[in-house]
């Protein structure tokens, strides 16, 4: 199941149903019939109503109900209202991971490494001493809202870039300590057992200047942009033995306090000996060219036997199937 928005440009309605086709092609090779079943309008519960939920598992490829903003966890929602098994985290997890206050304080109250925070409501912060700091919309993921203009080194610069948070996304503004350090994605997988696949590293080595040393929105979806020529990604990161020990442990403890489902990534920085957890992220992009498939294709798993993990570790929750 998947969004396909009628306002997207025509180039990413191809792209989308192009990976949904070769998720689908890879899936069928394994041996599992494969439904596609597009949803392009807020018509989720009566597209759905064709499907019995003892007959099928759905893998939840849809980050949007089209049109309507911030509706990622009304389509886990929807699928629990019909009794459907699917995969990824219920609906609850997904709208938690959303809110970056409840993130930060879920993070601090488990002793979870987070950089130091605080949220403006309006851009007046005389108490922030920390520079350089990181300015991003409270409430909203994929990046959306950072750009190099979000690393501010000065007052003057931090009310600012908060006022152009209030106004451009109605909602407060986010202020971190900026982690000027190494930026690893890393995706994990499972449930009671958990297993961490390769960490991607994000590249800074090209980029100068302090501002552009982050995943910007541009990086991660516009082709052609600054942020995404000159930020590569390594696969594997390369890692100590003793780093990659802190990592797994760090990123397990909070997929665990999250209680998120099947599979999650996160992003993290590394500082000081110190992986610090920016984001997580329980519905993550599984496109072939997204970090989780690159990861999970570096230690020999093809993108039909990613997603076949998936759907199985949601089979293992249905009534028939399981």
């Known amino acids: 199941m998947y969004n396909l928005d009628a306002g997207w440009e025509q180039e990413d309605k191809n792209g989308q149903k192009a990976e949904i086709e070769l998720m689908s092609s890879s899936l069928e090779e394994l041996g599992h019939p ?6 392009n309008g807020d ?20 980050e949007e ?3 309507v903003p911030h509706s990622e966890a009304a389509v886990a929602h929807a699928l629990e209202k ?5 995969t990824g985290s219920p609906p609850e997890i997904i709208g938690n991971c959303e809110n970056k206050q409840y993130v930060k304080h879920t993070l601090s109250a488990r002793g979870l490494p987070t950089p130091l925070w605080r949220v403006y409501e309006r851009p007046y912060a005389p108490e922030w001493n920390c520079f350089p ?7 909203e993921h994929c990046s959306l809202g950072i750009s190099s ?25 986010l202020v971190e300590d900026f982690i000027d350090g190494r930026e690893f994605h890393v995706s994990l997988i499972g449930n009671g057992s958990l297993l961490m696949l390769p960490p991607v590293e994000m590249d800074f080595s090209d980029c100068s200047d302090i501002h552009d040393r982050l995943c910007t929105f541009d990086a991660k979806f516009i082709p052609g942009s600054k942020h995404y ?3 590569t990604s390594l696969v594997p990161a390369s890692l100590s033995e003793g780093e990659y020990g802190d990592l797994e442990r760090t990123c397990f403890d909070c997929f665990r306090a999250f209680e998120c489902r099947d599979y999650a990534r996160l992003d993290i920085r590394l500082r000081d000996g110190i992986f610090y957890i920016l984001d997580i992220n329980p519905n993550p992009d599984i496109s ?3 970090s989780m498939a690159c990861a999970a294709e570096h230690m020999g798993l093809t993108y039909g036997e990613l997603g076949s993990r998936l759907v199985r570790l949601a089979a293992s929750r249905h009534p028939l199937l399981g």
């Open 133 to 139: 700091a990181i300015v991003k919309p409270a409430n």
């Open 82 to 86: 019909r009794n459907m098994i699917y």
């Open 34 to 39: 494969v439904s596609r079943l597009e949803i």
């Open 288 to 290: 072939s060219d997204a």
């Open 65 to 67: 109900i089209p049109g």
């Open 149 to 173: 203009e979000s690393v501010v080194l000065n007052r003057e610069e931090l009310e600012r870039q908060i006022r152009f948070i209030n106004d451009t996304f109605n909602q407060p503004a």
């Open 43 to 62: 018509t989720l519960h009566r597209t759905l109503s064709g499907y019995r939920p003892n007959d099928w598992i759905v893998m939840n490829l849809c």
């Open 229 to 231: 020529e000159i930020i």
